[in-house]
């Protein structure tokens, strides 16, 4: 402890807010979920896995030759449509066939003439997370709309676990390196009393990215039409639909938003850890599951805050008490059930009969 | 045409009795953490069988089982060899899932043969349980001399995985040797899956090592080194046997730049000529059959643990468990692909095993190769 010196003090930052800020972007869609339909969507942690292998195999297999390209663009292309279609308000028809357009031949110029860097994969996953995110929704929780929920509940487990396999099954049991060659690895130095903090690129980016998405989240949803019916539908879904909100477009959109910010962690996780699985979905899953619990499930701050206190705990509880290094899960989890305990609304999460 | 079928139908049955089957039960990790080094140690096991297919006149069957590098997967297994009435287990991989699996096996009177354990308890649990490799006793002391006296490190930061019986076994071997040579340890602990070492790496910064030694996997290693050498240390690393896995550089990159290890005998390492000739023979062999395969000691433990189950059937003369495991415990030097084996006089480990040191080293277009240094004998 006579060691602890600031310049540590400020790695240690550095690096509990890159963690955290991972979390929070996954906890972001176990909350909007549960605050849109009260489902913990378990299979939340698959899709986070989905986002990074599309950008490893975005990476990894591009360019691609032109037919297989054209291949691959057409049918994502139709895919993103009717997603889009499904998603947003028909009477935009003409802004989707642009939207489409540019999309298709964007990304068909994209895969054809260059081996896409980490990102282009990036937004390529995020784009593909989003269709794969609407498709769980509409294949194993629609169909049970109304049901009692601890049938949503088992089938979410029940996808977990199926996706899991599939991953097996489709990428190999193995752990596969996602190493990429960016000056964002390269080790850069800063000079604090004397001592030195050591950090990269990647470090400050998974910050970065996460603030900006995190932006454009609160901007959506507080500021746009889609966004107070999103707050509408949460508030209560009956209701809504009775003043016009399509309901299951919503519960689309949100699934699409949730999933779309779990490719980005996903990506983002993989480039800061170098590597990729079909189990890596299972730990921060229920770690961002137990983040968006503390915040308050169903608050997006909440979520936000519960990450990055989780992040800051794994940290410095191995930082300030070497000893207990082992238990560095223990304490996230036995906050959870502090939390369930003496305040089972969460950290900042509002009184139980209100959502989002 | 009825006289046809009923004259095929009996020749079917009697060939099917002519060649009643011994079956050998296959435990290993081919899924999960643990997958590559599990698919070449199977790879061995393979041509091993293609090369001696039959013993005392009957077909050997093997019975494929995987573990998904978890314990009770590995439990599962080995219930299900118990049912099937195999003669001899071989497998599992890593001791944390050979152990439970030898509890249950011991109990039902199976003989097992660990192909890569090399935690000293495994082969403690009982008189039917054995292993191909070296024990971390060995390992570990082998690995501090070299830290400590070819080095000359006197401050070492050890990582060990604290819920794994293998890593947390070696840490302690490698750590009373390095302070018994005089050199001051430090340790840090870290679990399974664990991806962000960034805490555990600045808690060893103002004890400034000379050496890290990391007894994990490359599961973790990967994430480790990668974030080792972002946050700025350059130390030589020394990692042991469960970093011979074409996982580790994979996962990240030139962090693995010459970083050595101990491991399984290549065949060039290996002291006895003819042993290495086998070694050599073999290793062509295994590329016939499966020209992708990763090669490395683990095949050729995996090979020998099948070799060896073969011979003591033969030498028994019968698939009578009983009969085969006194015939296993009286092996001596018996001439297999990773040296001689010898259970004569043991606990179940080989008496002589040869240990090699290895580095990876890459190149500046970013392939790699894993070059064998100089190897050190237990006898």
């Not at chain 1, 989905?50 to 663009?73: D, E, H, I």
């Not at chain 1, 603030?211 to 019916?229: D, E, H």
């Not at chain 1, 169903?298 to 509880?317: D, R």
């Not at chain 2, 081919?30 to 091993?48: H, M």
Request: net charge negative; proline share 3%; charged share 15%.
């Amino acid at each position: 402890m006579e060691n602890y010196t600031l310049a540590r003090g400020v790695q240690d930052f550095f690096n509990a807010l890159t963690l955290g800020s991972l979390y929070a972007l996954i906890a972001l869609g176990y909350t909007m979920v549960y605050g849109i339909i009260r489902l913990i969507n378990f299979a939340h942690g698959e899709i986070f896995m989905l986002g990074a292998f599309f950008a490893f195999y975005a990476m990894l297999f591009t360019p691609l030759p032109w037919a297989v390209a054209l291949l691959v663009t057409v049918l994502v292309g139709g895919v993103v449509l009717g997603v889009l279609r499904a998603v947003l308000s028909a009477s935009s028809g003409s802004r989707q066939i642009i939207l489409g357009a540019v999309i298709f031949i964007g990304s068909f110029l994209l895969l054809t003439f260059r081996a896409v860097g980490w990102v282009e994969a990036l937004l390529i996953s995020m784009l593909l997370t989003a269709v794969a995110g609407v498709l769980l929704e509409a294949i194993a929780y629609r169909p049970l709309r109304g049901a009692p929920r601890e049938s949503m509940l088992i089938t979410a487990i029940a996808a977990s676990f199926f996706l899991q396999n599939v991953g097996q099954l489709i990428f190999g049991p193995r752990i596969q390196g996602f190493t990429v060659e960016t000056s964002l690895n390269q080790v850069l130095t800063l000079n604090i009393g004397g001592d030195t903090v050591y950090f990269t690129g990647i470090l400050l980016l998974v910050p970065a990215i996460t603030a900006v998405l995190l932006f454009i989240l609160n901007r959506f949803i507080t500021q746009s039409r889609l966004g107070k019916a999103m707050r509408a539908t949460a508030q209560d879904a009956e209701v809504a639909q009775m003043m016009g909100v399509n309901v299951n477009q919503i519960i689309s959109l949100t699934f699409l938003i949730g999933a779309t910010l779990a490719a980005a962690a996903g990506v983002m996780y993989a480039l800061r850890f170098g590597q990729v699985h079909p189990l890596m979905g299972l730990l921060p899953g229920i770690k961002a599951f137990t983040a968006a619990v503390i915040g308050g499930i169903g608050s997006l701050p909440g979520a936000v805050l519960g990450g990055l206190v989780l992040g800051f705990i794994e940290i410095y509880v191995v930082s300030l008490f070497p000893a207990l290094t082992a238990y560095r899960d223990v304490f996230a989890f036995v906050l959870l059930i502090l939390i369930l305990l003496f305040r089972p609304s969460g950290l900042i999460g509002e009184d139980l009969t209100e959502k989002v | 045409m009825r006289k046809a079928l009923l004259l095929v139908a009996a020749t079917l049955a009697v060939g099917s009795l002519a060649s009643a089957q011994i079956k050998i039960g296959v435990n290993l990790e081919l899924s999960g953490r643990f997958a590559a080094i599990g698919q070449e140690t199977l790879n061995g096991i393979k041509v091993a069988h293609a090369q001696l297919p039959e013993v005392l006149g009957q077909q050997v069957e093997l019975s494929i089982c995987d573990n998904e590098t978890t314990r009770e997967g590995s439990i599962a297994c080995a219930q299900r060899f118990v049912n099937e009435g195999v003669v001899a287990v071989l497998g599992a991989i890593s001791s944390s899932m050979s152990i439970p699996a030898a509890e249950v096996l011991q109990d039902a009177g199976i003989i097992m043969i660990s192909t890569s354990s090399t935690n000293p308890q495994t082969t403690q649990i009982g008189d039917f349980i054995f292993r191909m490799a070296y024990t971390d006793d060995f390992q570990g002391v082998v690995a501090a001399r070299y830290a400590v006296q070819d080095l000359g490190a006197q401050r070492i930061a050890i990582f060990r995985q604290i819920d794994d019986d293998y890593s947390f076994g070696l840490a302690e071997f490698f750590d009373q040797e390095a302070r018994r040579l005089g050199a001051r340890t430090l340790i840090q602990d870290f679990v399974s899956n664990t991806v962000d070492f960034t805490a555990q790496l600045n808690n060893i910064r103002a004890f400034n090592p000379d050496v890290i030694y990391y007894s994990g996997f490359c599961a973790e290693g990967a994430p480790f080194m990668k974030q080792l050498r972002e946050q700025g240390f350059n130390q030589q690393v020394l990692g042991a046997d469960a970093s011979d896995d074409p996982q580790c550089p994979n996962g990240a990159g030139k962090a693995f730049d010459g970083y050595l290890f101990t491991g399984f005998a290549a065949p060039e390492l290996i002291p006895n000529p003819e042993a290495k000739a086998r070694a050599e023979a073999f290793r062509e062999a295994l590329f016939e059959m499966f020209p992708n395969s990763s090669f490395s000691g683990f095949a050729l433990a995996g090979a020998d643990s099948y070799n060896v189950v073969i011979e003591a059937i033969k030498r028994a003369g019968t698939t009578d468990v009983k009969a085969v495991r006194d015939a296993l415990a009286n092996l001596e030097n018996f001439p297999g692909v990773s040296g001689d084996v010898t259970y004569k006089g043991t606990d179940g480990t080989p008496a002589d095993r040869t240990i090699g040191f290895y580095q990876y080293k890459f190149n500046d277009d970013g392939s790699w190769e894993r070059v064998a240094l100089f190897g050190r004998s237990t006898r």
